[in-house]
């Protein structure tokens, strides 16, 4: 059974900064390479932990034989990523996202798995009408070939029910070593947080995907009344589309939540930022519109910095929603210690020579 190095799986226990990486295109729908490199060393130049690849910011069209662009973006990634450690001097978490029925699946892992990526992050989003055990053996046959990020996906951007019993079974799998709990529902996030607390296991970690609740779950301690006693687990960390802008900022409140965690005194200005942070999602993640322009919202704000040429997905249908702009000008204008447009506009033209 493959396993993370120590330090890796150190680092993933203690809580990282993960960015959901977009997909970066010229206006001819192209992968515009040097954007793309230039993205990858602002999250590493902003202090991320890691980087998530392929995965739903990156667009699962992605994987569509028209565009060709699975293999393509994590190995472009994969470099990038070989170029930061050395710089670094620490490895980042790769984690590759997985998605598609079994055989897809495999074959997206073992492709992750040579380029060199630490952890699928294992969609359950194909498996549409598979019964509990079905999905058990398709994580127990990813896990062979890759840790597991588990992934617990929001049902309006794609994502399917997983019932306690799933994730109860989840966390007894040798090969699962976090994941990333993103329903964007208080009551299933409890669900997988009980399941893996009650399982035993104290070495999954607990990610937060829920980008509309990020500071909250950083901070809550979640107690769990076990059959082996009293369990208290925290999520450590994010695996967030979220956190693909504005990552520099990003990495202080993670820094933030962590210490103010371990000190079991949440400041009020803390909780503040939260809902600040979550009103600054929902135009991003046009949550008006049922999250329709959530990748071209985060698009835009990469493209308002310099990073991106434009905000152009691989759909050409898919873009801003009706309001969608004037709604990240409010935030803007709003929050603006939670942007880092200085820190890319210090930064951007080195990104983008190599």
Same mark, same amino acid.
């Given at each position: 059974?493959?396993t993370?190095p120590?330090?890796l799986?150190?680092?993933?226990n203690?809580?990282a900064?993960i960015p959901?990486?977009?997909?970066?295109?010229?206006?001819?729908r192209?992968l515009?390479?040097?954007?793309?490199?230039a993205?990858i060393?602002?999250?590493?130049?902003?202090?991320?932990?890691?980087l998530?690849?392929g995965?739903h910011t990156?667009?699962?069209?992605?994987r569509?034989k028209?565009?060709?662009?699975?293999?393509?973006?994590?190995?472009?990634?994969?470099?990038?990523?070989?170029?930061?450690?050395?710089?670094?001097?620490?490895?980042?978490i790769?984690?590759?996202?997985v998605y598609?029925?079994?055989?897809?699946a495999?074959?997206?892992?073992?492709?992750?798995?040579?380029?060199g990526?630490?952890a699928a992050l294992?969609?359950m989003?194909?498996?549409?009408a598979?019964?509990?055990?079905?999905m058990?053996?398709?994580?127990r046959?990813?896990?062979?070939?890759l840790?597991?990020?588990?992934?617990?996906?929001?049902?309006?951007?794609?994502?399917?029910?997983?019932?306690y019993?799933f994730w109860r079974?989840?966390?007894?799998?040798?090969?699962?070593?976090?994941?990333?709990?993103?329903?964007f529902?208080?009551?299933?996030?409890?669900?997988?947080?009980?399941?893996?607390?009650?399982?035993?296991?104290?070495?999954?970690?607990?990610?937060?995907?829920?980008?509309?609740a990020?500071?909250a779950?950083?901070?809550?301690?979640?107690?769990v =009344?076990?059959?082996?006693?009293?369990?208290? !687990?925290? #999520?450590?960390g994010? $695996? %967030?589309?979220?956190?693909?802008?504005? @990552?520099?900022?990003?990495?202080a409140?993670?820094? =933030?939540?962590?210490?103010a965690?371990?000190a !079991?005194? #949440?400041?009020?200005d $803390? %909780?503040?930022?939260?809902y600040?942070? @979550?009103?600054?999602?929902?135009?991003?993640?046009?949550?008006?519109?049922n999250f329709?322009?959530?990748?071209?919202g985060?698009?835009?704000? %990469?493209?308002?910095q310099?990073?991106?040429e434009g905000?152009?997905?691989l759909?050409?249908?898919?873009?801003?929603s009706?309001g969608?702009?004037?709604?990240i000008?409010?935030v803007?204008?709003?929050y603006p210690?939670l942007?880092?447009d200085?820190?890319?506009a210090?930064?951007?033209?080195?990104?983008?020579?190599g």
């Open positions: 059974m493959p993370l120590t330090t799986r150190s680092a993933l203690r809580g900064v959901a990486m977009p997909l970066a295109l010229t206006a001819e192209r515009d390479e040097r954007r793309q490199r993205l060393r602002y999250y590493a130049a902003s202090g991320a932990g890691g998530a690849v995965v990156t667009q699962f069209a992605i569509h028209k565009h060709g662009l699975l293999e393509p973006v994590l190995a472009l990634a994969a470099e990038e990523l070989d170029r930061a450690d050395a710089r670094r001097g620490e490895p980042m790769r984690v590759a996202g598609g029925p079994t055989l897809a495999v074959y997206e892992a073992r492709v992750a798995r040579d380029l990526y630490h294992l969609s989003s194909a498996l549409i598979a019964d509990v055990d079905h058990v053996a398709h994580c046959e990813i896990a062979a070939i840790p597991v990020f588990g992934f617990y996906l929001q049902e309006s951007v794609g994502g399917r029910p997983l019932p019993r079974r989840w966390a007894e799998l040798e090969g699962v070593v976090a994941v990333k709990i993103a329903p529902n208080r009551y299933k996030t409890l669900d997988v947080i009980r399941a893996v607390a009650e399982s035993g296991r104290d070495d999954i970690a607990l990610y937060t995907g829920n980008d509309d990020i500071v779950d950083l901070v809550t301690p979640f107690c =009344d076990t059959p082996q006693g009293p369990v208290e !687990r925290r #999520i450590v994010g $695996l %967030l589309g979220h956190w693909s802008v504005w @990552t520099s900022k990003a990495v409140i993670h820094t =933030d939540c962590q210490a965690s371990r !079991r005194t #949440i400041p009020t $803390l %909780l503040a930022t939260g600040r942070i @979550t009103d600054a999602n929902a135009a991003f993640f046009d949550a008006a519109h329709r322009g959530c990748i071209a985060l698009h835009e704000v %990469l493209r308002r310099g990073l991106l905000i152009w997905c759909d050409p249908d898919e873009g801003l009706p969608q702009a004037a709604e000008d409010r803007y204008r709003s210690e942007n880092d200085a820190f890319v210090a930064g951007r033209d080195e990104w983008l020579s």
